[in-house]
């Protein structure tokens, strides 16, 4: 089996590790020459769009799938026309656009905060009527780990947004004053098959994700199945989603999802019976999902800009260091580690322990 991916960061990398021992061969594109996952496959190395490349790719691929949200819709179109493209062009393009998204939430019963499109100060400034103070400005497209988005309070506020969205197309969304924000992360064959991790807490700062813990058996988690579900069976998805949401008040209420593998199921590689990427992996190729049933209690630490001594993490018991091949550099994700306790308090306690570990080469 031969799995082509676009991009080759640390999610490929590490779908190509879960993918070793099933058998399977990697092929990514990526048009970084250092791109950490290419010592894992035969790396493609060029744009995107390279026409010679992409037909490379869908020659080699039995199944090509991706690792993040920005590859050109396009792309994925063209290379469904030659082999599979998991998940389909068309999650890709939804997953894109803020404003498609969101349409596309309320579309399938899904809430999400109030939100309005804007394409000039004046649009801003008319909406804020509605949607009422604070209120986050996003551009429609790119931006992730806290870039592309704007804080306003106050209507002085309002030109530094627009400014900042540097003209293009954007979107202004209530604040929501939330209890906590989860995600859920699923996975669905094409026979139509689910599986259901439990849902992950998690804390962010500075927009991007620093902590995810595993709830299993959270009050909350039929909610969240219910809602995946809608998504998945109305994309007739294929492949691993993720679903962040914010709870307030006792419901849930959508963020964004992304058609790939998510930072916030790291936990899964060591703390369920079967990880994200093995159950993407699974479901890109037709075959049964594994189980995701968590081995104890697990959460996960990222690190963000530096790298503790490996020794210091492996010193708490039951850590897992997992290194991206990736140069420290300020906000970037270089490496996460992931726990595993017998009990709540355990991990508690290793949390703190880990998390202070974080903080320290934190340079964000």
């Not at 070793?20 to 990514?28: A, K, M």
């Not at 139509?192 to 962010?204: D, Q, T």
């Amino acid at each position: 089996m031969k799995v082509g991916v676009l991009g080759a960061g640390q999610l490929a990398r590490m779908i190509a590790l879960a993918g070793y021992p099933l058998g399977v061969d990697f092929i990514f594109l990526d048009p970084a020459q250092d791109a950490c996952a290419n010592k894992l496959g035969t790396h493609l190395h060029g744009a995107y769009d390279d026409p010679a490349l992409l037909a490379r790719l869908a020659e080699l691929s039995d199944v090509v799938t991706y690792e993040f949200e920005n590859v050109p819709a396009d792309v994925a179109h063209f290379l469904a026309t030659h082999t599979e493209v998991h998940p389909s062009p068309n999650a890709l393009a939804v997953a894109q656009d803020r404003l498609v998204e969101k349409n596309y939430f309320h579309s399938v019963g899904i809430p999400t905060p109030e939100f309005a499109p804007i394409d000039s100060l004046a649009d801003l400034t008319q909406a804020m009527e509605s949607i009422g103070w604070p209120a986050i400005v996003k551009s429609r497209r790119m931006g992730y780990d806290g870039k592309g988005q704007a804080l306003v309070r106050t209507p002085d506020d309002l030109p530094r947004a627009w400014e900042a969205m540097a003209g293009v197309p954007a979107v202004v969304e209530a604040f929501v004053p939330f209890d906590r924000e989860v995600s859920i992360i699923a996975a669905r064959n094409p026979q139509g098959e689910i599986a259901f991790y439990p849902l992950s807490e998690n804390l962010h700062k500075g927009g991007i994700l620093r902590v995810s813990e595993c709830l299993d058996g959270d009050p909350m988690q039929q909610q969240a199945e219910d809602y995946v579900t809608r998504l998945l069976e109305a994309l007739d998805y294929v492949g691993v989603l993720a679903l962040e949401l914010f709870q307030v008040n006792g419901q849930l209420v959508a963020n964004e999802f992304a058609p790939r593998v998510h930072n916030s199921g790291h936990w899964t590689i060591e703390g369920a019976e079967t990880s994200q990427f093995e159950n993407h992996l699974r479901a890109i190729l037709s075959l049964p999902l594994g189980s995701t049933k968590p081995v104890g209690h697990a959460a996960m630490v990222n690190f963000i800009g530096g790298l503790p001594e490996t020794a210091e993490v492996l010193a708490i018991e039951h850590a897992h260091l997992h290194l991206y091949d990736k140069a420290p550099r300020k906000g970037r994700k270089v490496a996460h580690a992931t726990l595993r306790a017998e009990s709540q308090e355990q991990l508690s306690a290793k949390l703190k322990t880990l998390s202070a570990l974080a903080d320290r080469v934190d340079d964000s």
